[in-house]
């Protein structure tokens, strides 16, 4: 797949890689001057352990260095520590482990020091893959426009600035702002390119404005925007060309820029989303092309077609998950290794390893709640109860294995979606292993003379599909239904929603593509062609042939602020002078 190699905004560094000891600038902290130097609340500020203490896990322990942390305090830099890793989309390795949070309650010495940490890193050890994390990912900077790089997102209200409020008390520790809208890739969990009700988190997100007398107001996210279309915060390839050339002294040689040019133009910005709004059917001339790399068995082989096959964005088929749903599966033929197992052994092996150290991690967190409850005071337990009773909170582990399992299955990760997944491994073993992502390497193609597609992987399985489908290098504000390709007749007219169900038709006039709700075009029926493509019976006699039916997703439609009215208005910050 021809998707560049540069970095995002998030660092992946092998794990190991020490970190340099940093010399701290004390003169170029902000702090309020009082009788000693204090934080927010008071409190005095002890910089080395605090720095130190926001390099470990979010497992925090009571006492580490020379610093020893109430139960109060250690709740909230357990709230800040969870907080950053979200907004900062990376989870932290250290020192610390699940035995530190069952001795949470107890003053126990670390070592753990600046020098000693470890960079993080998102290799859980079990299925990991170099596409696994792309979803929550921020594009390459370049391709970042200035409303990205804005602090401030547009509502039907006015603009107003965003925090993550995991405990429910407006953020209290001042740590959950967002330092540019572009961290809104990373609360994006379903990848469809739009933030929502049905992302994680999204009920945490709040935004902070100001009325027009200079009053603070605090709502939910929800309660200004249905959704943010994150393609809006995308900057167009000339754009991101034009960055790069300004930024060309810089690079020291012509060699080393012009592989960045070259890197940055290859580059996809829209790959972080999911397949399913990227990707579209590959077309008759699309296989024509394809075939022409067949051998005399009819088979291409990948190695020996490296080259062309490094000339497209990337190729995938629909397969069956575990839910029941059909998704696209993006097939990988560069960088993974032979199963050194057979390939249903090896996959249940890592989600096993993947499901015992899950439950390890949840049973010492709520055991460590448990004593909490058991040792808090009352007035603890009035401020902190409801929150202690029904934690949201996660290790470091515990949040980078949720991620994982999302991504090798397409669940959302649940307790019970992990006890589902592990229910059919049990089951079935191998059909089981098939549903889950693809962990081995497309080794051949080969076009049947029937019209399908046999595949052929380096773990020994060979599949057959219908259909292939290739990526547009672009994003679009609708999905592919994949389960209509697979429904029967009467599902397909049973199931389907013809208001939220859309086809791409031309217009006859101008010959351009629109998307159209399959109500707005008058259906009634709808039938299955043996071709794989539908057939549109409308109320007034017409018959549409359309090769997909989509799934249109939620708009980010903000009314005019005009029409709303001043006192529902938000306004600029006030500013305050100092005397």
């Known amino acids: 797949m021809n998707i560049s190699l540069l970095s995002s905004n998030t660092f992946q560094i092998q794990i190991n890689q020490k970190l340099p000891k940093i010399e701290l600038n004390f003169a170029?902290?902000?702090?309020?001057?009082?009788?000693?130097?204090t934080d927010r609340f008071g409190r005095k500020i002890e910089y080395y352990d605090y720095y130190a203490g926001s390099y470990g896990d979010i497992n925090i322990v009571q006492k580490y260095g020379t610093k020893t942390q109430t139960k109060e305090e250690a709740l909230d830099e357990f709230i800040a520590r969870q907080t950053k890793s979200i907004l900062?989309?990376?989870?932290?390795?250290?020192?610390f482990g699940a035995s530190d949070i069952r001795g949470i309650s107890e003053v126990r010495e670390h070592?753990?020091?600046?020098?000693d940490f470890e960079y993080p890193t998102f290799d859980s050890g079990y299925f990991f893959h170099n596409n696994y994390y792309q979803y929550g990912k921020i594009p390459q900077e370049y391709y970042l426009n200035s409303y990205a790089n804005s602090n401030l997102i547009d509502t039907k209200f006015g603009k107003a600035e965003l925090f993550l409020d995991l405990a429910g008390d407006n953020d209290r520790l001042g740590v959950g702002s967002f330092s540019s809208n572009s961290q809104l890739f990373r609360f994006d969990s379903d990848g469809n390119g739009f933030v929502d009700k049905n992302d994680t988190y999204f009920d945490k997100l709040k935004i902070r404005a100001y009325d027009k007398d200079g009053n603070e107001i605090i709502k939910k996210l929800s309660e200004v925007v249905d959704s943010i279309n994150l393609k809006d915060f995308?900057?167009?390839?000339?754009?991101?060309?034009?960055?790069l050339e300004a930024q060309k002294d810089n690079y020291g040689t012509i060699e080393a820029y012009e592989n960045s040019l070259q890197s940055l133009k290859d580059y996809n910005p829209y790959s972080i989303f999911k397949p399913e709004v990227r990707y579209e059917s590959m077309n008759e001339n699309d296989i024509k092309e394809l075939s022409k790399l067949a051998d005399e068995d009819g088979w291409i082989d990948i190695n020996s077609n490296l080259g062309a096959f490094n000339g497209l964005l990337g190729i995938a088929y629909a397969k069956q998950g575990i839910d029941g749903n059909y998704k696209l599966e993006e097939l990988s033929y560069l960088g993974a290794n032979s199963q050194t197992n057979s390939y249903a052994n090896e996959q249940y092996s890592k989600f096993n390893s993947l499901y015992e150290d899950y439950m390890a991690e949840f049973e010492a967190l709520n055991g460590f709640f448990d004593s909490y409850k058991q040792t808090a005071s009352d007035e603890i337990m009035a401020e902190f109860g409801e929150m202690i009773e029904n934690p949201e909170f996660k290790s470091t582990r515990m949040l980078k294995i949720e991620r994982e399992f999302t991504a090798i299955t397409g669940l959302n990760f649940t307790l019970e979606n992990?006890?589902?997944?592990?229910d059919s491994f049990?089951?079935?073993r191998a059909n089981t292993a098939n549903m889950l992502k693809d962990t081995d390497t497309l080794t051949a193609i080969r076009i049947n003379k029937n019209g399908t597609f046999t595949l052929k992987f380096n773990s020994g399985r060979e599949i057959i599909v219908n259909e292939l489908y290739k990526d547009s290098g672009k994003a679009f504000d609708i999905e592919l239904n994949l389960n209509a390709k697979f429904a029967t007749q009467i599902e397909l007219n049973q199931d389907i929603d013809l208001v939220v169900s859309a086809a791409k038709i031309q217009d006859k006039i101008t010959g351009q593509i629109e998307i159209k709700s399959l109500k707005d075009l008058g259906v009634e029926i709808i039938k299955k062609l043996s071709?794989?493509?539908?057939?549109?019976?409308?109320?007034?006699?017409?018959t549409i042939i359309i090769d997909q039916i989509y799934t249109r997703l939620m708009p980010n439609n903000q009314n005019d602020i005009n029409l709303i009215d001043d006192k529902d208005k938000f306004y600029p910050k006030p500013l305050r002078i100092w005397v």
């Not at 900062?88 to 020192?95: M, P, R």
């Not at 070592?111 to 020098?115: D, S």
Request: without cysteine; aromatic residues 6%; positive net charge.
């Open 88 to 95: 900062g989309g990376a989870f932290y390795n250290s020192t």
């Open 531 to 542: 071709n794989n493509k539908f057939a549109l019976q409308t109320k007034d006699g017409k």
């Open 418 to 422: 992990l006890q589902k997944v592990k």
């Open 111 to 115: 070592t753990i020091t600046i020098e």
């Open 28 to 37: 170029q902290t902000e702090q309020i001057k009082q009788d000693e130097n």
């Open 426 to 428: 049990e089951k079935d």
């Open 234 to 243: 995308i900057d167009s390839k000339s754009n991101a060309l034009k960055k």
